[in-house]
């Protein structure tokens, strides 16, 4: 079945120059390709250390560590060899450009090696997606999570769930099919709607999580806002640059928003800075202005920085639109005159939680900021780290299977076994969607776009 697939080769470690580069092959060909660069294949999964060289002329290209993974025993299930040379760019071009040249050998796609695992049944896609943010993961909550689920965290779950759903079914099915013969207990329908209607509660209990599992993923969303010129940019320049900030410019990163990803006790906490918050006649800016304040509304907490040197009192956040969003006010710039935190009756008709006294240009206060944030961060997060579901896709799967069994059980109980073994099917569909039993195709592509080449 795979000796038809071609043989992919990929730099699997990072980018070159570095002490070593890690070369893998993949396929039917891997055992050729050893033989032709290194004259054998070694015993199975023992280092050996080789030459190297170009099967064209015969020039060496390194000396390297040689391993050979036979099928179905390897990462992918197919025949694997890893090459460990020099990391060095020339050392890499020769051995990639010599593979290239063996027949039925070419260079690997974005996750393709691990998209043959899971072809192979080495991985199911919940593993996969593990897998993906295990390499993403930027804190240690992350990568727990991460690696959780790499180790089938949901994935087996959701496939004990669909057992049970199947045998649900299987009753319901031995029902319709065997309805007029006299020795078919007369109520299979009975038990099957009871395993339904706890797999049901279950699954739902799982789901109301407050979505934190996909926050961890993504981090915890901090919006700093407030008008024009009151230090917001000063304020996330300073914390970009603590020890904590892990600076990744994200794809997603516009023009209106910056973001810094800090690792605050471990959790992932994304800043951004959105673009002044003011009345503006300027219909680009007012384009900035109401984007900044989507993403502001959107966010777990927001810090409303202001002047606090400024004469005229700057218009509150606007409450109304950010809903349930906590937020803390910032008293920016008290370097300039000190500053006097608001009296009590002053502060108790504002919408804020939290004030404090910054000045983001000394960076007097700012420990108290991180302080807070780590705070606040290890409250959100406290007890996710067992979330089950981390991703829309797993969010979705579930709520399609919460919503099948529920029609199953609304159906009435005699004449509609037809129309519950439907439901049931539909509930086992949905799950075995979720770990990529049944008809993926569609999202494979999906998810395997955000894997490096060489993974
Ligand atoms: P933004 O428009 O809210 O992003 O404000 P900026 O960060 O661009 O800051 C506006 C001006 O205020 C700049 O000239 C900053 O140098 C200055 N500024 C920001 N924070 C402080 C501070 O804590 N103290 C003082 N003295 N100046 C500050």
Same mark, same amino acid.
């Given at each position: 079945?795979?000796?038809?697939?071609?043989?992919?080769?990929?730099?699997?470690?990072?980018?070159?120059?570095?002490?070593?580069?890690?070369?893998?092959?993949?396929?039917?060909? $891997?055992?050729?390709?050893?033989?032709?660069?290194?004259? &054998?294949?070694?015993?199975?999964?023992?280092?050996?250390?080789? &030459?190297?060289?170009?099967?064209?002329?015969?020039?060496?290209?390194?000396?390297?560590?040689?391993?050979?993974?036979?099928?179905?025993?390897?990462?992918?299930?197919? +025949?694997?060899?890893?090459?460990?040379?020099?990391?060095?760019?020339?050392?890499?071009?020769?051995?990639?450009?010599?593979?290239?040249?063996?027949?039925?050998?070419?260079?690997?796609?974005?996750?393709?090696?691990?998209?043959?695992?899971?072809?192979?049944?080495?991985?199911?896609?919940?593993?996969?997606?593990?897998?993906?943010?295990?390499?993403?993961?930027?804190?240690?909550?992350?990568?727990?999570?991460?690696?959780?689920?790499?180790?089938?965290?949901?994935?087996?779950?959701?496939?004990?769930? *669909?057992?049970?759903?199947?045998?649900?079914?299987?009753?319901?099915?031995?029902?319709?099919?065997?309805?007029?013969?006299? +020795?078919?207990?007369?109520?299979?329908?009975?038990?099957?709607?009871?395993?339904?209607?706890?797999?049901?509660?279950?699954?739902?209990?799982?789901?109301? +999580?407050?979505?934190? $599992? @996909?926050?961890? *993923?993504?981090?915890?969303?901090?919006?700093?806002?407030?008008?024009?010129?009151?230090?917001?940019?000063?304020?996330?320049?300073?914390?970009?640059?603590?020890?904590?900030?892990?600076?990744?410019?994200?794809?997603?990163?516009?023009?209106?928003?910056?973001?810094?990803?800090?690792?605050?006790?471990?959790?992932?906490?994304?800043?951004?800075?959105?673009?002044?918050?003011?009345?503006?006649?300027?219909?680009?800016?007012?384009?900035?202005?109401?984007?900044?304040?989507?993403?502001?509304?959107?966010?777990?907490?927001?810090? !409303?920085?202001?002047?606090?040197?400024?004469? @005229?009192?700057?218009?509150?956040?606007?409450?109304?639109?950010?809903?349930?969003?906590?937020?803390?006010?910032?008293?920016?710039?008290?370097?300039?005159?000190?500053?006097?935190?608001?009296?009590? /009756?002053? !502060?108790?008709?504002?919408?804020?939680?939290?004030?404090?006294?910054? /000045?983001?240009?000394?960076?007097?206060?700012?420990?108290?900021?991180?302080?807070?944030?780590?705070?606040?961060? &290890?409250?959100?997060?406290?007890?996710?780290?067992?979330?089950?579901?981390?991703?829309?896709?797993?969010?979705?799967?579930?709520?399609?299977?919460? /919503?099948?069994?529920?029609?199953?059980?609304?159906?009435?109980?005699?004449?509609?076994?037809?129309?519950?073994? @439907?439901?049931?099917?539909?509930?086992?569909?949905?799950?075995?969607?979720?770990? $990529?039993?049944?008809?993926?195709?569609?999202?494979?592509?999906?998810?395997?776009?955000?894997?490096?080449?060489?993974?």
């Amino acid at each position: 079945m795979t000796s038809d697939r071609p043989t992919i080769f990929a730099l699997s470690s990072g980018r070159p120059p570095a002490a070593v580069a890690v070369v893998r092959i993949c396929g039917p060909q $891997g055992g050729r390709a050893l033989e032709l660069l290194i004259g &054998r294949v070694p015993p199975p999964r023992r280092a050996v250390l080789v &030459r190297v060289r170009d099967p064209a002329d015969g020039d060496i290209i390194d000396e390297a560590l040689a391993l050979w993974f036979p099928a179905p025993n390897s990462e992918t299930g197919e +025949d694997m060899a890893e090459l460990q040379v020099h990391g060095g760019q020339a050392v890499i071009a020769a051995l990639l450009g010599a593979l290239g040249r063996i027949e039925g050998c070419r260079m690997a796609e974005p996750g393709e090696f691990t998209r043959r695992a899971f072809l192979n049944g080495r991985l199911d896609l919940t593993e996969v997606e593990g897998l993906a943010d295990l390499v993403a993961a930027e804190t240690p909550a992350q990568r727990r999570q991460a690696f959780r689920q790499l180790k089938g965290l949901i994935g087996d779950q959701a496939e004990t769930w *669909r057992r049970q759903v199947i045998e649900a079914l299987a009753l319901v099915e031995a029902r319709i099919d065997f309805s007029d013969e006299a +020795d078919v207990p007369e109520d299979l329908i009975d038990p099957a709607l009871n395993a339904a209607q706890q797999l049901c509660e279950t699954i739902a209990a799982a789901l109301a +999580d407050g979505g934190r $599992g @996909e926050r961890l *993923r993504d981090g915890l969303v901090v919006a700093i806002a407030g008008p024009p010129n009151a230090g917001k940019s000063t304020l996330l320049n300073r914390l970009a640059r603590r020890e904590a900030a892990i600076v990744s410019p994200y794809p997603g990163t516009t023009r209106d928003v910056i973001e810094v990803h800090l690792d605050l006790a471990g959790y992932p906490v994304t800043l951004l800075d959105t673009a002044g918050i003011r009345a503006s006649e300027d219909p680009v800016e007012r384009e900035g202005i109401r984007r900044a304040a989507a993403r502001a509304a959107a966010a777990d907490l927001v810090l !409303w920085v202001i002047d606090s040197q400024a004469t @005229e009192r700057a218009a509150d956040f606007d409450v109304e639109n950010i809903g349930k969003t906590e937020c803390w006010l910032l008293r920016n710039k008290v370097d300039l005159a000190g500053d006097k935190l608001w009296t009590n /009756s002053e !502060w108790q008709s504002t919408p804020y939680t939290r004030q404090l006294a910054i /000045s983001a240009a000394t960076g007097a206060g700012i420990d108290g900021v991180v302080g807070a944030l780590a705070e606040f961060a &290890r409250a959100y997060f406290a007890a996710t780290e067992s979330a089950l579901v981390t991703r829309a896709r797993h969010r979705q799967a579930l709520e399609q299977t919460v /919503s099948a069994l529920d029609h199953a059980l609304g159906q009435s109980r005699s004449g509609a076994e037809e129309l519950i073994a @439907e439901d049931l099917r539909s509930a086992a569909t949905t799950l075995g969607r979720l770990t $990529g039993r049944v008809d993926v195709e569609d999202i494979l592509d999906v998810i395997f776009r955000d894997f490096c080449i060489g993974k």
